[in-house]
């Protein structure tokens, strides 16, 4: 029987949650729960300059949004320095590493000789097979491993397939620093050995690594774990991801109005699919993942893609559950707090019973609030430009009658008011549009809202008469 599935993920702190990183976190995820294995995440904060604890609870939050939990307590790989050491030591004691006492002077100079002879910069250091008596006095040497000088290196990679490397390539990299520090190639098998990954799915910009880091799990005899390199993400034309294409944090989606699921269902399709498939539950995604489906060439980022895919995912949300998400989003949107600050229980409960007519117009939930501004507009309302001009003087005769038959309704439904403006309209030869759009300017501010039937028992009797009777009467706040 085999080992259960254990993944990773490991970022640096320096900064936010970006978006292929939070797609190879997705992958992972997605793998574990597919096996019923388990994701585990390490920080991977050795560099100490630029590593923040800011940038740390960023990632954290970031995943967090996205719905991708992770199993245990976050690894801190800087914590881990003793064990790395101890490796390193054990990789001399072996004969399989090497301390080396080279100058970096001496190593320049050496690389230089390579480059004026037409050969690859690489250090060949003396050190590999000297005596270490010979050391000299008050220098603290590097550890370096003892790489392989013919052959090559072979990784068999899940989406790149066999990937070979000669070893003449694959110099005698340092894995220990003078400080006692490691260096990254080397802390990451040690982290990964000791926390039994057995698959390492990252971006194919790992896969050079992936040669070095096989010669340090040989050397100490330890299992490789199973290595799938991910095609990078580019922008739309085909260059790659940078800002302007929207290689910003995870952070910036959420201000943006996207939903974890639609991000996390566009970002699965970014170099993996299921048959035509576009429209995804996390169930369904779960259930589908495998990394051998995983496409070789680089995905491109479609941010119009992105939009329409979160409009579905609106649509098809409950709306109780959708309810939940766009308040617990507001803080998070511009603006956001400003609307939520103005609702009070009673426009809670109006906002909800608006949101199945709300959300077959948005895209964002950043469209949804946009849509949702009527009902906490304050009167009288300052119609937007287009809905000004609806309210010209045959607009408000419109609106001065209806109020008249809208005030001796005996109950208020979306049924009895729309029986009202038909009969109007049939009555006055006006077509029913031509009725609708001012009683719409007039209550939302605006020529597009949910249907205005839904407007008016959302309203209520006594806010829809004000808003009809201010702008018959020529009133607004602007």
């Known amino acids: 029987m085999s080992n259960p599935v254990v993944t990773r993920f490991a970022p ?26 388990t994701m585990l995440l390490r920080i991977e904060d050795t560099d100490r300059q630029r590593s923040t604890p800011e940038a740390t609870a960023a990632i954290l939050d970031g995943l967090t949004w996205l719905g991708l939990g992770w199993d245990g307590e976050p690894i801190s790989q800087f914590a881990r320095v003793d064990r790395h050491r101890e490796v390193a030591e054990e990789l001399v004691a072996r004969g399989k590493a090497y ?3 080279a100058s970096p002077e001496e190593i320049e100079a050496a690389r230089e000789k390579a480059r004026a002879e037409g050969r690859p910069p690489r250090f060949n ?5 000297r005596n270490p008596s010979d050391a000299p006095a008050g220098v603290k040497p590097v550890i370096r491993i003892k790489a392989p000088q013919d052959g090559e290196t072979v990784v068999d990679d899940r989406v790149q397939g066999e990937v070979r490397f000669p070893n003449k390539d694959l110099d005698d990299f340092i894995i220990l620093r003078s400080d006692g520090t490691p260096t990254y190639m080397h802390a990451v098998v040690v982290d990964d050995h000791d926390m039994g990954v057995t698959h390492i799915i990252r971006g194919d910009d790992h896969l050079t690594n992936a040669a070095r880091q096989s010669l340090i799990f040989q050397a100490m005899d330890w299992e490789i774990p199973v290595m799938a390199h991910v095609p990078l993400i580019h922008g739309p034309d085909g260059a790659k991801l940078s800002k302007r294409h929207g290689a910003l944090g995870v952070e910036a989606y959420r201000a943006m109005g996207y939903l974890p699921a639609a991000l996390r269902n566009y970002l699965a399709r970014l170099g993996w699919s299921h048959g035509d498939d576009e429209v995804m539950t996390t169930e369904q995604m779960v259930e589908w993942f495998k990394i051998e489906d995983v496409n070789k060439g680089a995905a491109r980022f479609d941010f119009q893609k992105l939009e329409a895919l979160n409009g579905i995912h609106i649509r098809q949300t409950d709306d109780d559950t959708l309810f939940e998400i766009f308040l617990s989003t507001l803080p998070h949107l511009e603006g956001g707090s400003s609307f939520l600050g103005k609702l009070d229980e009673k426009q809670r409960t109006q906002l909800r ?13 950043v469209e949804l609030m946009d849509g949702a501004g009527f009902l906490v507009a304050e009167r009288p309302i300052a119609p937007d430009e287009k809905a000004a001009a609806l309210l010209d003087q045959d607009g408000r005769t419109i609106l001065a009658e209806l109020a008249e038959e809208f005030a001796s309704l005996s109950e208020w439904t979306v049924e009895s ?5 038909r009969a109007y309209a049939e009555r006055t030869g006006r077509k029913l549009g031509k009725v609708a759009q001012p009683l719409r300017a007039a209550l939302t501010g605006r020529t597009t809202s949910p249907g205005i039937f839904d407007v008016l028992a959302v309203l209520g009797r006594e806010e829809s008469l004000g808003r009809i ?5 020529g009133a607004s706040s602007a």
Request: glycine fraction near 10%.
């Open 417 to 421: 008011t729309e029986a009202v403006v």
């Open 12 to 37: 640096s702190p320096t900064g936010f949650l970006h978006i292929g990183g939070a797609r190879t976190a997705l992958f992972n995820w997605l793998y574990a729960r597919h096996t019923g294995g």
């Open 353 to 365: 019973a608006a949101l199945p007519g709300l959300k077959e117009r948005s895209k964002t939930l």
């Open 469 to 473: 009777r201010d702008q018959a009467a």
């Open 99 to 101: 301390y080396c006492y």
């Open 125 to 129: 250091s003396p050190w590999r097979d």
